[in-house]
């Protein structure tokens, strides 16, 4: 079974350009989490989704990220335009359902530079 | 937000020794606690988990201990391999179902 897909898994852009970040979760997992991990550090909730609803985005900085799940499986996060500060690693994950006790499992995570 | 910490950012181990990871969480209410590995550039990794009605979990290598009481759960693993060198980190699922993460600790293993 495939595990949580992410691409890009690198991308270098410019300041103030745009750029967006694609997941595919684990088949039949109704919780996604997007994280954001800077070097050295724990991931960092951005926004959680039970199948195509935000349930937790409070940690979004919504005047320049926003996320979607359309039909509640894929998902995208985009940042416009983007800063040098949002340089980091992007982690997507899954989980059959947040309410249950069981592990979140993570992508490989899209390694974000902005120059 | 809630606070997931750990005492120690780095620990060297030889390779055979056992190896001791320690984290402190700050929310009593707290009901579910994971330990994840990261390897680097790579996602974490689930490695074992603990549900507050337990004081001790093992699986294959790896012993998690939590204590309740003075919220905080450590990470044993036996005879540490060169593989096991990684970053560490504690998770704790917090009332709103979102995980907390600490900051880790990087585990290196001497051959």
């Known amino acids: 079974e495939a595990g949580v897909v992410q691409s890009p898994r690198y991308k270098i852009i410019e300041k103030k350009q745009p750029v967006a970040f694609w997941c595919n979760p684990i088949s039949g997992h109704n919780t996604l989490y997007w994280y954001r991990q800077n070097l050295g550090q724990g991931p960092e909730l951005l926004i959680r989704y039970e199948n195509e609803e935000a349930v937790d985005d409070s940690q979004l900085p919504k005047d320049r990220f926003s996320a979607e799940r359309l039909k509640g499986v894929d998902s995208t996060l985009k940042i416009q335009p983007a800063e040098l500060g949002d340089s980091a690693v992007y982690l997507c994950a899954s989980s059959p359902r947040s309410l249950q006790d069981t592990e979140a499992f993570f992508g490989q995570g899209t390694r974000l530079t902005v120059v | 937000g809630e606070s997931v910490g750990l005492h120690l950012p780095t620990l060297s181990v030889q390779e055979g020794d056992n190896s001791i990871i320690n984290c402190a969480y700050s929310n009593s209410a707290s009901d579910y606690f994971i330990w994840y590995k990261q390897e680097s550039g790579k996602g974490p990794q689930f490695i074992i988990d603990?549900?507050?009605?337990?004081d001790k979990r093992q699986g294959q290598r790896v012993t998690v201990l939590l204590n309740k009481t003075v919220k905080h759960l450590s990470l044993q693993i036996a005879a540490t391999q060169p593989g096991d060198s990684a970053v560490y980190f504690c998770?704790?699922?917090?009332?709103?179902?979102?995980?907390?993460f600490g900051t880790g600790t990087s585990l290196t293993v001497i051959p």
């Open positions: 603990i549900r507050s009605n337990m």
């Open positions: 998770a704790e699922k917090g009332p709103a179902n979102q995980f907390y």
